[in-house]
């Protein structure tokens, strides 16, 4: 396989921020704009979609036949998509071609570094995942050092055996910590033991595969997957990640929030009980203290991070009172907590993740209740709550999302960059 | 004058959902949307920035200064602005004609619906407020009848003081309550003793003035206001609303939050104090429950709704100690909910208004402090806090802005429908 792409370190979020605007006002859009535009909304339906017709793809992207025709011709010459012999019934119209993303077009090294484990996984173009290795690791163990050459170890099989004709568009990195979106700067990670630790720079330079890598929060990437993979049609999602602490990421109207510097999201650090615990943190009546991991062992008895949560879901299932009480009162405080993110963000869907999903039976009803309770009339009978779909990969398929991102923002950059590899042979 | 503009309802962001995008994918962009939206560009930078050069424009547009020439005739002949004889120097090249926005071209009245207080006023394109009036009104006495003749009696001659080719755009009101913004529906405004109070349509019907009437929360309006004309070039901004309750609006990334039906934002019911008072709302413990005025004149051992709040002024600033501590004790409690905002948001700025704004002086060093106890490292550092610079009037003025977003959305078609308007004699 050949590795490609610029190095630069962009934002996930290229083509939206160069239509959106700056201070005083939106920026104009110049033609060429429009056409790399375009190429991403018919990219993106396709990435997200799947298969379609060419007749369904101008319907839903609203331009006309010929412009879809026109583009599609573009990606395909970029390899992005393949346009195949089958063909679909179109309405009264004659059948239209089947176009369909070509997963080696855009392949996504996807990195996660989360509290009890390292996953890697290469996952292109369209969602397919080709390759995935989750490997367990005692907690806040390993050094930046450590971690950046167990993922080259496990990477290295995951990229030897893409197809030959393999694009590698980057690299995607879910961190549980508190990561800066510009360059994937770790500010702290508690449960990694990590404080300012570039980790994007170091993976960069330590797997030397010569493409981005972009590193972001957990929570936040656990966001992006349940909305481009997990519920189609929501627009406003949050997704609630229960680790060690909680992080929340946040999907406004479609787009991601992030805030000024992609920190957003610290739900789990805001003050719900000021009579409550202290929190890792160094506050007291976090909102992490009263319902993470540590609350849920401490009322359960039990101690022993990863295990003991295993040993709560047996002992929960085996009818152990203590412990069903213990999880109810977590699920109360997760609802109250849940309750104000409802309030404050009007979303249509809360999705919970992490130890949260693993728990869900038992803790439903105590969660749906707090959270009844807390909730605006209006906004309240919006909101559904759900366990996360996609599950413990969640953050995982987030990763590879954000890069796709990039790629669907400026379909030419990366293939173009793919091709002048080729001819270099290799990065 | 003359009343023009289509009647339908529609959000303020109507450009941005055309390139926007919708549940599996951003929406191509067709050549017609591209000139309105590059027709939105240049009049957003000049409704924003004031008179600028034509060559200042094409700069901060990223357009050229043919396709800028172009799109200024289109506005020109729109009436949206006017080119002036004057000229700037424009570094090496010839002087650039001066350019700048026509209020007459596209003027608002603009309503709020405060807590103890009525306020109109006309405010054009530009943001040039030509008239106000704003009338105190014992709370919760009147109802959504009354209102709306109050508002027809206070408009009238404001709107006979227009210039004669004046446009109105359309009716922008701010109403202290959980506003639906499909539709401008009124779920609930405590304050004003309402619940389930289509105002929008009744405002509509009641002054007859044939056009939109689009309605929305005060808080999510004063942040509009702040963001839009009270500090420029700041793209997260959170603006804190004291009136009884506690609300707040929230711009992310240099658009408004508003949720799923826009009832984003109801900061005021997050929990932050299981112990604490209860709350209007039915629950206990809400931020506004500890931090908002009744809790403050409770505290202060007055009672008495805005008369209470200026004594409370007075008395703090002839150095009474019970009410400094009171002041300082509510100071805390904002201080502490703020930093919540700031964790989940990571904005620049939070702008404090309402009887906060009035209160400033006495709850900094409270609000300031209690606020650096909550917040991360890394979002606290980037987070500044300070009073709104627009002051009472912020609601209303974003109330203007609400409506201006649509022309701005689509120049051509309010315009056009002045036209006709204009050629059928009146609307």
């Not at 004659?94 to 070509?102: A, E, I, L, N």
């Not at 890697?120 to 050092?145: C, K, M």
């Not at 869907?349 to 605006?376: D, I, N, S, W």
Request: charged letters at 20%.
């Amino acid at each position: 396989m050949h590795s490609v792409g610029s190095p630069t370190n962009i934002g996930p979020d290229a083509a939206d921020v160069a239509i959106g605007g700056d201070d005083t006002g939106r920026r104009g859009v110049a033609a060429d704009e429009l056409r790399r535009h375009n190429l991403g909304a018919v990219l993106e339906r396709l990435h997200r979609s799947g298969p379609m017709s060419r007749s369904e793809l101008a319907t839903a992207t609203g331009l006309n036949r010929s412009t879809v025709a026109d583009l599609l011709g573009v990606l395909t010459e970029l390899g992005l998509i393949e346009q195949g012999p089958d063909t679909m019934p179109s309405g009264p119209g004659r059948p239209s071609p089947v176009v369909q993303p070509r997963p080696e077009g855009a392949t996504v090294l996807a990195v996660e570094l989360a509290v009890d484990s390292l996953a890697v996984a290469t996952i292109g173009l369209g969602g397919a995942v080709s390759n995935q290795l989750r490997v367990a690791r005692p907690r806040a163990r390993f050094s930046p050092e450590e971690t950046t050459q167990d993922v080259a170890k496990l990477a290295g099989p995951l990229l030897d055996s893409l197809p030959m004709d393999s694009v590698l568009a980057g690299v995607g990195v879910a961190v549980v910590g508190l990561t800066r979106r510009s360059d994937g700067f770790v500010h702290i990670a508690p449960n990694l033991g990590w404080r300012e630790v570039p980790i994007a720079t170091m993976l960069e330079v330590g797997l030397g595969l010569g493409v981005p890598v972009l590193a972001a929060n957990e929570a936040d990437l656990g966001a992006l997957a349940e909305h481009r993979r997990g519920h189609a049609g929501v627009r406003n999602l949050i997704y609630v990640s229960g680790e060690v602490g909680i992080g929340a990421g946040v999907i406004v109207d479609d787009t991601p929030l992030l805030g000024s510097a992609g920190y957003a999201g610290e739900a789990g650090h805001t003050l719900i009980n000021p009579e409550g615990h202290a929190c890792r943190c160094g506050a007291v009546g976090c909102w992490e203290a009263e319902a993470g991991e540590s609350a849920l062992l401490e009322r359960a008895g039990l101690d022993g991070g990863i295990a003991g949560v295993e040993e709560i879901i047996a002992r929960a299932a085996a009818g152990d009172r203590r412990t069903i009480e213990a999880v109810g009162e977590i699920g109360r405080w997760l609802g109250l907590g849940i309750g104000n993110l409802i309030n404050l963000f009007n979303p249509e869907l809360v999705v919970l993740g992490g130890m949260y999903q693993r728990l869900y039976a038992f803790l439903e009803a105590a969660v749906v209740e707090a959270a009844r309770t807390r909730t605006l009339g209006a906004p309240g009978r919006m909101a559904a709550i759900a366990p996360s779909g996609l599950g413990q990969d969640a953050p995982l398929i987030g990763a590879a999302e954000l890069v796709l991102s990039n790629v669907i923002a400026d379909p030419a950059r990366v293939a173009g960059a793919g091709a002048r590899a080729l001819a270099g042979g290799g990065a």
